[in-house]
T-cell receptor
Framework: DQQVKQNSPSLSVQEGRISILNCDYT??????FLWYKKYPAEGPTFLIS?????DKNEDGRFTVFLNKSAKHLSLHIVPSQPGDSAVYFC?????????????FGGGTRLMVKP | KAGVTQTPRYLIKTRGQQVTLSCSPI?????VSWYQQTPGQGLQFLFE???????NKGNFPGRFSGRQFSNSRSEMNVSTLELGDSALYLC???????????FGSGTRLTVV
């Protein structure tokens, strides 16, 4: 049972345009969500996060939107740059005493064309 | 400051063998978590260690085990390797909370 899903395995965007990466989840107990970016042969690096009590968080070119009623979040990258080409993972976590654990989606490969 | 170090970077093993992977966390980080990444499956949580105790465990068979030492370094072990164990194994360390995860570059395990 996949609690976090990224339904688009890949996305191709022209440089300068907006990239929108989507993520759906099923567990309403998640308290926070994160986006990670991964280049080949490297570990994932943290990009941006959002708490479940917010609906938007912005950091430079990156904005994450959360729609709790739809159990959906999205990452917007504006403007997209060729260096943004990577695999993007969304992840969800809970604030409890059970320790650290994130549930990840399957990833979306973003290709930004010059 | 030094990041999370995983050794070895690449490993080829034969079916039925066992393997040990190592992870040195960022200095001061007491929590170490392990994830398995396979194509299309994202990252699957294996387990988490905090102060030498396993605090959380994912849905993997008992062939997958781990431990943490007093200096917070962690090892994971996979016994009786199967072809399906071929994956990128990632470790992440944090001070507290998954919010502060820093991942290592991973160990690429190939089982033949």
């Amino acid at each position: 049972d996949q609690q976090v899903k990224q339904n688009s395995p890949s996305l191709s965007v022209q440089e300068g345009r907006i990239s929108i990466l989507n993520c759906d989840y099923t567990n309403s107990m998640f308290d926070y969500f994160l986006w990670y970016k991964k280049y080949p042969a490297e570990g994932p690096t943290f990009l941006i996060s959002i708490s479940s009590i917010k609906d938007k968080n912005e950091d430079g070119r990156f904005t994450v939107f959360l729609n709790k009623s739809a159990k959906h979040l999205s990452l917007h990258i504006v403007p997209s740059q060729p260096g943004d080409s990577a695999v993007y993972f969304c992840a969800a976590g809970m604030n409890n005493n059970a320790g650290n654990m994130l549930t990840f989606g399957g990833g979306t490969r973003l290709m930004v064309k010059p | 400051k030094a990041g999370v170090t995983q050794t070895p970077r690449y490993l080829i093993k034969t079916r039925g063998q066992q393997v040990t992977l190592s992870c040195s966390p960022i200095s001061g980080h007491r929590s170490v978590s392990w994830y398995q990444q396979t194509p299309g499956q994202g990252l699957q949580f294996l387990f988490e260690y905090f102060s030498e105790t396993q605090r959380n465990k994912g849905n993997f068979p008992g062939r997958f085990s781990g431990r943490q030492f007093s200096n917070s370094r962690s090892e994971m072990n996979v016994s009786t390797l199967e072809l399906g164990d071929s994956a990128l194994y990632l470790c992440a360390s944090s001070l507290q909370g998954a919010y502060g995860y820093t991942f290592g570059s991973g160990t690429r395990l190939t089982v033949v």
